[in-house]
């Protein structure tokens, strides 16, 4: 069964972060793409992928969940679900594959190769089938059939 959440990516450089004064466990990002500023707000719920520190600088993409409702305001300002460091040329996507592995939004076909790197949202090496899951796939080029196919260097397996 797929799921009803879907995920989408803004790529940028972090501009900023802040605490939120009335929310201590919380944090304001500010992330300058080719469009202008996003704001994501970063809670303790929030996977940043390796639990890598963010600072101001830093190249990342960060997904927000389409189905939660978002404040008309400027500039934009989503909660984010997932946060990626990614160097440039290099794609990340959080989505749901199928048992062909074929995602469920943007069709993305994946080919798993023997150097691909497969674990869960711990760190821990994932050895049964990664189908049917939601997963963050890292990868830097995809072929320009329809789908789009690609050998990823990393899935995260989000059980």
């Not at 440039?88 to 592995?101: D, H, K, Q």
């Not at 050895?127 to 329809?146: D, E, F, H, K, P």
Request: hydrophobic share 35%; aromatic share 10%; net charge neutral.
């Amino acid at each position: 069964m797929r799921p009803s959440t879907y995920y989408t990516g803004i790529t940028g450089i972090i501009e900023r972060i802040e605490p939120l004064r009335s929310e201590c466990c919380n944090q304001m990002i500010s992330i300058r793409t080719m469009d202008g500023m996003i704001r994501f707000v970063l809670s303790p719920g929030t996977y940043v992928t390796d639990n890598t520190p963010l600072r101001a600088g830093m190249r990342v993409t960060a997904f927000y969940d389409t189905s939660q409702p978002v404040p008309l305001i400027y500039p934009p300002q989503y909660q984010a679900a997932f946060i990626a460091r990614t160097e440039p040329g290099e794609n990340v996507v959080v989505a749901y594959f199928n048992e062909r592995l074929l995602s469920s939004e943007n069709p993305l076909q994946l080919n798993i190769g023997p150097d691909t790197r497969v674990t869960t949202a711990n760190g821990q090496r994932f050895v049964c089938g990664i189908g049917n899951n939601l997963l963050m796939v890292y990868y830097s080029a995809t072929t320009r059939s329809i789908p789009p196919q690609t050998t990823p260097e990393r899935i995260i397996v989000f059980c």
